[in-house]
């Protein structure tokens, strides 16, 4: 990939501005310059953002908060809208065919990305994600620091790489990380296989089998046990229609006994509530008996009161206290002469007042309760004697009913006693116990029936089991062909990345050894370069010694260019070099040799340098003069926010 054109808009100090490096000659080496502040740097942060979105070399005040959208002086109108644009336009080989494209970033109200490919004369944009895949295919943004970098970045590479880090960077430029990937991915993937294929399919098809001749033994007892229940089934059935038939010849004897059972149960039932009604009305009558004997003195006795009542032969009633008041109040004399307490005559008086007292309260009380009395028990003698009459009755309709219970009976027995009851109940026992035998047959049928049933299902589920258990068992050998392959690419990639390994060793010290040779002069301080077993560094001078602490600033800068440029070599990826400053640190011939090794590796990439008037000195221009492809100036736009571009000569 080469950069064919930069076209900026609203990018910092460039309003709107491009620049294009155009090749000629056996030199793709184009020379930016340009003094402090123009935007030398800006110019290559710009190319970063663009393809990656970030800016990767601001300087100390920009990253304070300087706004990227360019600001012109104050009253002066954004003549080119509020939108910032970075396009890079590029060219590559694809085959032998040239193919074009354009990356463009644009931020407005929102940041967008695209990728416009014209390969094979075919035009497709490309958005977000894929456009980032295009820029990842040229320049992977882990690598972007080895293909853009700055003099300050170079003297201080050594520091940053360390050895593991430049063992990372080595091996993924080189594509051994590739095949560390894919064997990390073989390794996932035989770990998946092994998992398939392992699980005991084997015990699990044994056990299956084993349960399949379980379940078909089962499946055999059952029909067995089924056959021996149809069997006996068959026989009660045979036995219980024997027996009905020998029952249908004795059917009157059958029926006359049990009409007998139902009689002499129906004959104690009458008599037990016969005995309840006999034993009712000895009840009844032991309470009437005493009211009817005297109820007709009684009726006599009320005649003659209510005869003296009308005669007035009954006295009246006497109070107590008027007798006593006759006593106490000498009105009883005896001969002219009271009678006083103690007297005789006064005691026999007080007794015969005592009779007559009694004898009217006798009048009183016996009219009263024979009056009220005689009519209630005469009531409740005409229901005893209703209630006595009833209870006859029923007493004489059960001894009816018992007579004509007990003349059945003896008619059955007349008819039974020419039977033989005992064979009939022979018969009965005999069909009692086929039909237990009936009920049993069939319940053993039924749970037969329905374990084969199961066995069947089951069985059938057992077969599904073992299909898939063998095609999985299939499955796994199959798997094991494919983990034996897997194994095969392993190591074949295992080999590939050890001798991956070896050649890159060797073509990065054979480059770095030559690269190293053409920037350096001192050939005794620093004869040879090796990397050590971990991708560590080492310059060494023609004793052995490690010199890489010894360097100079400029003499650092060169190993890493020349370092730099082995890892190019080896990595496979083709993008343009850009350097800003890079003869800053270097005077005299080691930057003479700088630029002529800048000048050589131009022959093979782009190469844009952005320097300043002070880097670009005899010894510089002694060697670029005339092999540039082209050599741009910044100069200062229409006010001194500005920057534009300028051709020289």
Not at 110 to 115: L, P, R, S, V
Not at 455 to 461: E, G, P
Request: hydrophobic share 35%; charged share 30%; glycine share 6%.
């Amino acid at each position: 990939m080469r950069i064919e054109e930069i076209k900026l808009q609203n990018y910092r100090q460039y309003a709107d501005a491009a620049i294009r490096f155009e090749p000629a000659g056996n030199h793709d080496l184009h020379i930016v310059l340009g003094d402090n502040g123009l935007g030398k740097t800006n110019l290559m942060n710009a190319v970063e953002w663009c393809l990656y979105g970030e800016e990767y070399h601001l300087s100390a005040k920009s990253a304070a908060g300087l706004d990227m959208l360019h600001q012109p002086p104050a009253g002066m109108p954004q003549e080119f809208g509020s939108a910032i644009k970075v396009q890079v336009d590029i060219s590559w080989q694809s085959g032998k065919a040239a193919c074009y494209g354009s990356f463009r970033r644009e931020i407005d109200t929102h940041e967008t990305f695209a990728f416009l490919s014209n390969a094979d004369d075919d035009s497709k944009v490309y958005e977000g994600n894929d456009a980032r895949r295009w820029v990842e295919r040229f320049i992977p943004r882990g690598m972007r620091d080895k293909y853009f970098f700055d003099a300050e970045q170079l003297l201080h590479f050594f520091d940053a790489n360390d050895p593991g880090t430049i063992k990372n960077a080595l091996f993924k430029l080189s594509r051994v990380k590739v095949l560390d990937t894919v064997i990390s991915h073989l390794d996932d993937l035989r770990t998946d296989l092994q998992k398939k294929s392992s699980g005991g399919l084997s015990g699990k098809i044994n056990d299956l089998v084993q349960e399949k001749e379980r379940l078909k033994k089962e499946q055999t007892q059952a029909q067995k046990d089924l056959d021996g229940a149809c069997d006996d089934q068959k026989k009660a059935r045979e036995g219980l229609d024997s027996v009905d038939m020998e029952l249908r010849k004795t059917a009157d004897a059958h029926d006359l006994d049990a009409r007998r059972q139902r009689l002499e149960k129906d004959r104690e039932d009458v008599r037990e509530t016969l005995a309840q009604k006999t034993h009712q009305r000895t009840l009844l009558v032991t309470r009437i008996y005493p009211t009817l004997a005297c109820l007709e003195a009684l009726i006599a006795f009320q005649a003659v009161l209510l005869k003296k009542e009308e005669n007035k032969e009954i006295p009246p009633r006497v109070a107590p206290e008027v007798i006593r008041a006759i006593l106490d109040k000498d009105h009883v004399c005896l001969c002219g002469e009271p009678i006083s307490e103690g007297d005789d005559h006064y005691k026999r008086l007080a007794e015969l007042l005592s009779l007559v007292e009694n004898t009217s309260r006798f009048g009183e009380i016996v009219n009263t309760k024979v009056r009220g009395g005689v009519p209630a028990l005469l009531t409740g003698a005409k229901k005893d004697v209703t209630l006595a009459r009833e209870i006859m009755q029923e007493i004489d309709d059960l001894n009816t009913r018992i007579t004509t219970v007990q003349r059945e009976l003896s008619d059955i027995h007349d008819s039974l006693l020419g039977l033989d009851i005992q064979r009939i109940d022979a018969l009965e026992r005999s069909r009692s116990s086929f039909v237990q035998h009936l009920e049993f047959s069939s319940g053993r049928i039924g749970q037969q029936k329905r374990l084969l049933v199961s066995s069947a299902d089951r069985l059938q589920q057992l077969e599904g089991d073992l299909d898939k258990a063998m095609q999985q068992a299939n499955v796994a050998k199959a798997t094991l062909s494919r983990i034996a392959v897997v194994d095969r690419a392993r190591q074949a990639c295992d080999n590939a990345r050890q001798e991956r390994i070896g050649l890159i060793r060797s073509a990065v010290e054979h480059d770095f050894q030559d690269r190293l040779g053409e920037l350096m002069w001192k050939t005794q301080s620093f004869a040879s370069v090796d990397l050590d077993i971990n991708y560590g560094v080492h310059v060494r001078d023609d004793r052995g010694h490690d010199a890489l602490g010894t360097m100079s600033q400029g003499e650092t800068q060169a190993v890493a260019i020349a370092f730099t440029l082995a890892l190019h070599t080896v990595s496979g990826y083709e993008g343009p070099l850009m350097i800003d400053a890079p003869l800053a640190k270097t005077t005299g011939r080691m930057r003479q040799n700088m630029a002529q090794m800048l000048l050589e590796l131009s022959k093979s990439k782009q190469v844009v340098m952005f320097v300043m008037p002070s880097e670009f000195t005899s010894e510089a221009k002694e060697v670029f003069q005339g092999n540039t492809a082209t050599f741009n100036e910044l100069v200062q736009g229409r006010y001194e926010k500005e920057t534009t571009f300028g051709m020289r000569g």
